[in-house]
């Protein structure tokens, strides 16, 4: 069965920097797309970055681009955020999840992780 499992989340002060990672299991990111979203309390998930699992384009949200970069290990079947400059409009839980392909809309992903928190304080 698919299971994925992110951790790396915590807080940090503004201008910080975390890398998160999203283990995966029961399908390869070698040939599936992966995606970072994130969600604060009355708020609708939104996606933050993507890699695709046939050629390893990335995809990023205006939010975060420039500041977060996402990849993947095959070895390990895991894909990495690494999330540098971070604000304090970054805080939110951070969900890793898999779709057929690469979308910013949450309803397109078949599989969630558990979520891990980030926080960052001013």
């Known amino acids: 069965q698919v299971q994925l499992v992110e951790s790396g989340g915590g807080s940090v002060q503004t201008g910080g920097s975390l890398r998160l990672s999203c283990a995966a299991s029961?399908?390869?990111?070698?040939?599936?797309?992966i995606a970072w979203f994130r969600q604060t309390p009355g708020r609708e998930r939104e996606g933050v970055a993507c890699i695709s699992g046939r050629d390893g384009s990335t995809y990023y949200t205006n939010g975060v681009a420039g500041r977060f970069s996402i990849s993947r290990d095959s070895a390990k079947n895991t894909a990495y955020l690494q999330m540098d400059s971070l604000k304090p409009e970054d805080t939110a839980v951070y969900y890793c999840?898999?779709?057929?392909?690469?979308?910013?809309?949450?309803?397109?992903?078949?599989?969630w992780g558990q979520g891990t928190q980030v926080t960052v304080s001013s």
């Open positions: 999840g898999t779709a057929y392909k690469c979308s910013w809309y949450p309803q397109s992903y078949d599989y």
């Open positions: 029961g399908l390869s990111l070698d040939s599936n797309p």
